[in-house]
C-alpha cells in the first residue's frame, strides 16, 4: 500500500484567548455569578476560527472565566464545537499565566513540551496571555485591539513575539509561519 507523506508544518496548533480576543468585553452582559450570558464578537473573529479550521489547525480555547461563559457566546455563533480542546481556568483550577492552562490545553491536543515552539498563543492581555505563553515557550501573538489592558509589556516575558490590531491579521501571520 503506498501511504502519501502529509507535508511537515511549522505550525502544529493555535491557542485562542476569548475576552476582547474573540469576544468584545464592553459588550458583555453577565449574570450575578459572574458567567457571561450574552456578548458581541469583535469584527472578524467569527470569520478567523472558520478560517483557521478550514485550513487544518488544531484549536484550542484558552481562556479564564466560568464554564459557562464560553458555551453561552461561542456556542451562541457556533464557534465553540470548532475548537478541539479547552483549557478553562474554572474547569482546570488555576488562571492564566500558570503554566497549568496552557499545558491542559495542549496535552489534550497530545502536543509534546518539545514541540510547544510551534503551537501559537493569540491574546489580549500581557501579564497573563503572553507572559503565560512566552514562560513555556510558544509563539505569543498579542492582539491589541481594546482598549481595557497594559499596552506596554511590564517586562521581556510581557513582550510578543507578534502583535496584530485585529482578528483576521492573524491569517496573514498563521501563513508566514506556516
Known amino acids: 500500500m503506498n501511504t502519501i507523506a502529509q507535508p511537515t508544518r511549522n505550525l502544529l496548533a493555535i491557542c485562542l484567548d476569548s475576552g476582547d480576543t474573540l469576544v468584545d468585553e464592553g459588550t458583555e452582559i453577565k449574570d450575578a455569578r459572574g458567567a457571561v450570558l450574552e456578548a458581541e464578537l469583535i469584527p472578524g473573529a467569527a470569520a478567523l476560527v472558520q478560517q483557521i479550521k478550514q485550513r487544518g489547525y488544531p484549536l484550542a ?8 461563559t464560553f458555551h453561552n457566546v461561542l456556542g451562541h455563533y457556533g464557534l465553540y464545537d470548532l475548537f478541539d480542546a479547552w483549557a ?17 490545553a495542549l496535552a489534550q491536543l497530545a502536543i509534546a513540551p518539545a514541540d510547544y515552539g510551534r503551537v501559537m498563543m493569540v ?14 515557550g510558544l509563539i505569543s501573538v498579542w492582539i491589541d485591539w481594546a482598549p481595557r489592558r ?6 521581556a516575558l510581557e513582550t510578543p513575539d507578534y502583535t496584530i490590531k485585529t482578528p483576521l491579521e492573524l491569517l ?3 501563513d508566514k509561519l506556516a
Open 123 to 136: 491574546g489580549n492581555n500581557l501579564s497573563r496571555d503572553i507572559l503565560g505563553a512566552n514562560r513555556l
Open 61 to 68: 480555547l484558552v481562556a479564564d472565566g466560568p464554564a459557562a
Open 150 to 155: 497594559a499596552k506596554t509589556p511590564a517586562n
Open 172 to 174: 496573514s501571520l498563521i
Open 88 to 104: 478553562i481556568s474554572e474547569l482546570v483550577g488555576a488562571e492564566k499565566p500558570d503554566a497549568a492552562m496552557f499545558q491542559t
